[in-house]
């Protein structure tokens, strides 16, 4: 049996993006996906620039408090706050 880390049928086929307008995949780095958030005026008119820049706040504030902890203590991080 496959592991989750390389099984990939969950993919969308290229097929399917193209019929979705899809033309980008999602971001493997928070910072990086961050940046592309705070430029999106899309999201901020949906969402409200105000609730946009809470998020970016409250993320980056995670960032820089995980950047503190060894990978045991992220793990455990994250693992309660589910």
């Given at each position: 049996?496959?592991?989750?880390?390389?099984?990939?049928?969950?993919?969308?086929?290229d097929e399917v993006k193209a019929?979705?307008?899809?033309?980008?995949?999602l971001h493997n780095d928070l910072?990086?996906?961050?940046?592309?958030?705070?430029?999106?005026?899309?999201?901020?008119?949906?969402?409200?620039?105000?609730?946009?820049?809470?998020?970016?706040?409250?993320?980056?504030?995670?960032?820089?408090?995980?950047?503190?902890?060894?990978?045991?203590?992220?793990?455990?991080?994250?693992?309660?706050?589910?």
């Open positions: 049996m496959a592991s989750t880390a390389t099984k990939r049928e969950d993919r969308l086929s019929e979705l307008g899809v033309t980008e995949g910072e990086e996906a961050l940046e592309v958030l705070k430029a999106d005026p899309t999201i901020k008119e949906a969402l409200g620039e105000k609730c946009v820049e809470a998020y970016l706040a409250h993320k980056s504030f995670e960032i820089k408090e995980a950047r503190k902890m060894t990978w045991p203590e992220r793990r455990e991080m994250i693992v309660t706050s589910i």
